[in-house]
């Protein structure tokens, strides 16, 4: 498939394929190569994947790889604070499409834990967050067509505090005006120092969102996502 023509910085890698299904099954592979290698030299790995509808083919595709699952420990990039027996948890949807068959060997982290209030809750996410090792293995996100990924949302009014490169909290309570629910957000020092990134979108609307992306890289708080255009990322695309 040809690429489309964007301008995106040097050090950034594209795959972009005919089919969801392609795309899907391709980055795949690309993250079980990269925690095999990993776990070649390391006694565990970290796997940060998000939520929402288009990583549901990633997720069925990944979980039939071979890998040493049990020295696996998947978390989300973010999560929406609701019970896991909502349609709106992000939990919900790994655990009934990645972390199946040989998958459901892997360790999960969640960051929505008991209580009604995020903010209140902050000692036991970063309880459960102490396990995850740092920096991260593999992460992959997806991208809202306002420019936000994770839950670092441009109207949130922690958004500054979750992009503090200098902070060293790993993650931070968003409470977006545009959203419906309270959110945990993996922060940006953490999101940022994985050692591979990909960027996972479907759509002909996401690409034209990308494009909005690359044209201003520097302003970051206007569209979030531009935080990771740097060496180093994959964008994975479909129509």
Known sequence: MKTPDLKLPEGIETCF?????????ELARDVADRLRQRLSVAPGVSLVVSGGSTPLLFFQALRGESLDWARVSVVLADERWVAEDDPASNTLLVKKHLLQEAAAGARFIPLKVTGNDAAQARPAIESALAELNLPLDVLVLGMGNDGHTASL????????????????????VMT?????????TLSLPVL????FTALHLKGQDKLETLSRVVADLQNWPAMPVRAFFKPGLKVYWSP
């Open 17 to 25: 394929l005919a089919s969801a299904d392609a795309v899907a099954a």
């Open 153 to 172: 949302f441009p109207d949130a009014p922690e958004l500054q505090e979750a992009m503090n490169v200098h902070a060293d909290q790993r993650f931070a």
């Open 176 to 184: 977006p005006p545009s959203q419906t629910h309270q959110r945990i």
């Open 192 to 195: 940022a120092g994985a050692g």
